[in-house]
C-alpha cells in the first residue's frame, strides 16, 4: 500500500491507540475503496458531537464490548465519518480536528479552509 497522506500534505500521523480508532482499527483515518463512510477526519470528541451523533443514529458513548468498542468519552480521538462531521459543521457542533491525522480525502466532503478554522489548538493551526 502507498503512504497515505494528510490534509497538510505530509504523511498521515496516528489519530489513537487508546481507543482504537480508524476504519481498519490501526489507530490511523486512512481509507480505501472498502471504507465507503470514508472515515477520514480526525477529531477531539466533544460532549456536544457525541450528543449530536446519537441524536442522528450512531450511538458512540455507549460501549459494544461484541464489537470490540470501549464507548467514547469528550477528549478521545476518532476518526470520524467525513460527511457526519460536515453535517455537525453546519449544525455547529463539529468537534476539533487534528490536521496531521485528517487524511487528504476529506477535503472531498469539507474545505480545507474550514478544517483550519476547527484544529484542534493542541496542534499547530498554522501548519
Same mark, same amino acid.
Given at each position: ?7 497538510? %500534505? ?7 491507540? &487508546? ?7 490501526? @489507530?490511523?483515518?486512512?481509507?480505501? @475503496? !472498502? !471504507? ?19 441524536? =442522528? %443514529? ?9 464489537? @470490540?468498542?470501549? %464507548?467514547?468519552?469528550? %477528549? &478521545? ?9 460536515? /453535517?455537525?459543521?453546519? !449544525? ?8 496531521? #491525522?485528517? =487524511? /487528504? ?12 478554522? =476547527?484544529?484542534?489548538? @493542541? /496542534?499547530?493551526?498554522? #501548519?
Amino acid at each position: 500500500m502507498t503512504e497515505q497522506r494528510n490534509v497538510l %500534505g505530509e504523511p498521515l500521523a496516528l489519530c489513537c491507540r &487508546d481507543p482504537l480508532t480508524g476504519f481498519y482499527r490501526d @489507530g490511523h483515518c486512512r481509507t480505501a @475503496g !472498502d !471504507d465507503l463512510s470514508s472515515h477520514t477526519v480526525c477529531s477531539r470528541i466533544t460532549e456536544n458531537f457525541l450528543a449530536y451523533t446519537k441524536a =442522528h %443514529g450512531n450511538d458512540l458513548s455507549t460501549p459494544r464490548p461484541e464489537l @470490540g468498542f470501549p %464507548g467514547l468519552t469528550p %477528549g &478521545d480521538q476518532w476518526c470520524v465519518c467525513a460527511a457526519r462531521w460536515q /453535517e455537525a459543521w453546519m !449544525d455547529g457542533v463539529a468537534p476539533p480536528v487534528v490536521l496531521a #491525522s485528517t =487524511h /487528504e480525502s476529506a477535503v472531498q466532503y469539507v474545505p480545507i479552509e474550514v478544517l483550519r478554522q =476547527h484544529a484542534w489548538k @493542541g /496542534e499547530d493551526a498554522s #501548519s
